[in-house]
């Protein structure tokens, strides 16, 4: 019963026309912070924005972690903005001690 239940709601997401882009339709932008030193407990965060006459439809990020930081920097936000114009993602470095951190966010937007 469950697996029906699945298969439905699957079926249901894929062929519901505001959920089904082509790919041609997608464009993914991605930005990335400059490479900072940071000290135990601090972040780092950028912002990925949607090209004007686009619409945000998702997005994600990365943190990528330098020296000291023993790759203990971690991702502590991935989300929209408020307005749903861009994507933001900020890393922190959970290390004891300071590094060097950098981070990477990209928004998937669809023309409108």
């Known amino acids: 019963m469950l697996r029906g239940v699945s298969l439905l709601l699957l079926a249901l997401f ?56 023993q790759h203990k920097v971690v991702l502590t936000k991935s989300a929209p903005d408020s307005i749903g114009a861009a994507w933001n993602v900020e890393c922190t470095n959970m290390n004891p001690e300071a590094g060097e951190a950098q981070a990477k966010a990209w928004a998937m937007c669809k023309e409108h």
Request: aromatic share 8%; glycine share 10%.
């Open 14 to 69: 894929l062929l519901t026309p505001s959920f089904s882009y082509a790919k041609d339709d997608l464009l993914t932008v991605t930005e990335q912070s400059e490479r900072v030193p940071l000290a135990s407990g601090k972040s780092v965060w950028v912002k990925s924005i949607c090209p004007k006459k686009t619409i945000l439809i998702g997005g994600g990020g990365e943190c990528l972690g330098f020296l000291n930081t």
